[in-house]
């Protein structure tokens, strides 16, 4: 690992992702970057990308705020379960996850079976300064936003770092910068696994 990479949550390598599948899943907050950089990621990588926000949309034809408000955030979880299940039978793909995928243990441990899980981390500063004037998330529709932004970081931030096999920083550096740094640091990582394998 080199310096793009900060330290590993509880200790863990990517020599315990599933790489075989060829498959890179990205977890973190509202505004981390999941699908900015999981397309770029995705192109230089040449992996299918997906989001499953974007297939949950595309599924059932209204936005994530029409289903939160017809079935309320249960009813969403749901499908979004539903989805990465049906999602994490592909291969080699980048698969951009919503930022409420790993409450749900079920989804942690798939995902964690499935490829290697990259979390996205950013300050709630940055993720506040990024999300502010978004009205497309539902969980953030309060009287305050930014305040409703720290509790949900604060519930989440361990669960991420117990899903990723890699905690990338992602406040320092532009979506672009990033993206190329992760797919070279990815590569040589498939590298070294041929050399050991083959
Ligand atoms: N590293 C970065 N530096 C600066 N801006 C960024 C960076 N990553 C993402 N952004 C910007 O932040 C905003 C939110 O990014 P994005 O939609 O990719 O987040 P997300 O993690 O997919 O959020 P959600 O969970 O709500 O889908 C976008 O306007 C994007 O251009
Ligand atoms: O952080 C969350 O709980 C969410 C994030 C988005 O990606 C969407 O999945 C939805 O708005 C919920
Ligand atoms: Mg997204």
Redesign the pocket.
Known sequence: MNSTYATLASEKTTDDANEASGNIF?V????????????LLAHFLDKTFY?S?REIQKRTGVSIPVIFEIEGETGFRKRETEMLTQLLKSENIVL?????AVLNVKNREMLKRGGTVIY?R?TVD?LW???RQ?K??PLLQTSDPRRKLAELYAQRDPLYRETAHIIVE?????????AQLLAQQLACSDLVMDKKTG
């Open positions: 990205l973190g907050m509202m505004g981390a970057g999941k699908t900015t950089i999981g397309k989001d926000d951009a996850t919503g930022g409420g996205l950013a940055d300064r990024r999300t978004d497309n998330r992602s406040g320092k550096r532009s979506a672009r910068h990033l």
